[in-house]
């Protein structure tokens, strides 16, 4: 059974950071293409940051490039999304996303807000 349960989230003020973890069960993180995804109230879900599998070649959208840094620790099968110079447009809820040989899972998410 996979699992990804993420944490992380809060309150922060605009211009502050905060580091996202989805620790994963039921697979292994640096075997499956994995995914941080965002969805803000009224809008749809869209990807946010990418890490494939091997290699780990990363990719983000255009609007958290150079602010967010996609990573994983393979010894704890954990994701981590480090978000920096956050912004109010940032807040959303954010889920975690593994892509297992046809089957996309999801994490529960976790809300994020971001103060002006």
């Known amino acids: 059974q996979v699992q990804l349960v993420e944490s992380g989230g809060g309150l922060v003020q605009a211009g502050g950071s905060l580091r996202l973890s989805c620790a994963a069960s039921?697979?292994?993180?640096?075997?499956?293409?994995m995914g941080w995804y965002r969805q803000a109230p009224g809008k749809q879900r869209m990807l946010v940051a990418y890490?494939?599998?091997?290699?780990?070649?990363?990719n983000y959208v255009d609007s958290v490039k150079g602010r967010f840094t996609i990573s994983r620790d393979n010894a704890k099968n954990t994701v981590y999304l480090q978000m920096n110079s956050l912004k109010p447009e940032d807040t959303a809820v954010y889920y975690c996303n593994a892509l297992h040989i046809t089957t996309n899972y999801w994490g529960q998410g976790t809300q994020v807000t971001v103060s002006s």
């Open positions: 890490i494939s599998s091997g290699g780990g070649s990363t």
């Open positions: 039921g697979i292994i993180v640096s075997r499956n293409d």
